[in-house]
């Protein structure tokens, strides 16, 4: 495939032909390898904090992206989601060292990307979080409880966009032990915490039975303590908006999203979703992350990018019935396809 990928700055006759596309498309992980045309599951991680071209932009030098002009609405969200809704935040006994573990390295993480909005002073176990996109202004101990307005798990999620989710190895097997999640696509984070790895993949169609969820426990079990992995992982929206929070605890919202979007035929609103997930070994307790950034795009604004348009409508479509059926696009992939790939106008 022809790669029509965008110089990283300055002008270049390029861009002359070039659509002209929003920060968010621009900033957009694109989650297949150019040359990919046909997708199966596999255990797809590869180093992280390493910038990746797209055929758009460019996405990947910090863990944590903060999400540009829509950091504030997403952090909104987030915060308004976690008032009304305190089950979305679960934490196992024994797994609030690990919380304050994610909480300093990320801090630290966030200050030394983002220097002019995010700053952590440190003095010892006492540290002093400023935060002067979204005002905040506080001062914690670490380990100490009283010293923050909540748990430090749920203080680093309101802070940034990423759901946070943390194995622990328990009795022989690695376990989903910590979670705080208000964006899950169709899971939910109550009626999953305390599953090992095993019990949570079951469903998927075969990823146990190709092995891939044994390769995936082998690679979280070697995870070095200084290195940092992500994962790109995709799938179509179950609402045809861009609305993030498609958790199961929400279904009676957004459950008839999608049959009416079929009915209309309105393919140019359907969302193509796509998570970021980033493996972290924290240093003090040995626990892994897999914190999760969802990104959500509209097949109206893939259509604007011909490399993206073809790729996405090649791979869907290739896509075998199981996997399709899994992802919830099996009945309408077709028209929605042939939508994609028709020109400016088509209905
Ligand atoms: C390299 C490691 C991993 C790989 C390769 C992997 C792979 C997958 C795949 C292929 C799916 C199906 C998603 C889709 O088609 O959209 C999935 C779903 C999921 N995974 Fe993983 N996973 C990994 C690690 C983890 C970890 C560490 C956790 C938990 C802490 C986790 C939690 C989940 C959950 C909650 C779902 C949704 C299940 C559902 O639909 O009910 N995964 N994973």
Not at 57 to 86: C, N, Q, S, T
Not at 314 to 328: I, N, W
Request: with cysteine; proline share 7%.
């Amino acid at each position: 495939m022809t790669s029509t990928r965008p110089p990283a700055s300055g002008a270049h006759p390029e861009t002359a032909t070039r659509p002209v596309l929003h920060g968010h498309t621009a900033r957009l992980p694109w989650p297949f390898p150019d040359d990919l045309d046909a997708f199966r599951y596999s255990v797809n991680v590869e180093p992280a904090r390493v910038p990746r071209r797209t055929a758009a932009g460019e996405w990947g030098a910090h863990i944590v992206d903060l999400g540009g002009e829509e950091y504030g609405a997403i952090m909104a969200d987030r915060r308004r989601i976690l008032d009304a809704d305190p089950c979305r935040v679960r934490i196992m006994p024994g797994m609030l060292p690990a919380c304050w573990d994610l909480l300093l390295y990320y801090l630290r993480d966030l200050a030394a990307s983002y220097p002019h909005v995010l700053e952590l002073d440190e003095d010892g176990d006492r540290f002093h979080w400023r935060n002067h996109a979204l005002g905040t202004d506080q001062r914690f101990v670490l380990g100490d409880a009283g010293s923050l307005p909540c748990d430090p798990m749920t203080f680093l999620g309101r802070e940034i966009p990423d759901d946070l989710l943390l194995v622990k190895e328990r009795d022989g097997a690695l376990s989903f032990d910590a979670g705080l999640v208000t964006f899950a696509a169709a899971w939910s984070v109550s009626f999953d915490v305390g599953m090992t790895m095993a019990e949570i993949h079951n469903p998927v169609p075969r990823l146990t039975h190709e092995g891939i969820t044994s390769r995936a426990e082998q690679f979280l079990r070697r995870l070095p303590a200084d290195q940092v992995y992500r994962r790109v992982n995709w799938t179509f929206s179950a609402s045809g908006s861009r609305r993030l929070d498609v958790s199961l605890e929400e279904l009676p919202d957004w459950g008839t999203d999608i049959p009416a979007l079929v009915r209309d035929r309105d393919w140019g609103r359907l969302q193509l979703r796509i998570e970021v997930e980033h493996f972290v070994r924290l240093p003090m307790t040995g626990a892994v992350t897999f914190n999760i950034r969802t990104h959500m795009t509209s097949l109206e604004q893939v259509r604007r990018v011909p490399a993206w348009r073809d790729q996405l409508a090649r791979v869907v479509l290739e896509l075998p019935e199981d996997l399709a059926a899994y992802k919830g696009f099996l009945d309408y992939r077709e028209p929605a396809m042939a939508w994609l790939l028709a020109g400016e106008g088509a209905a």
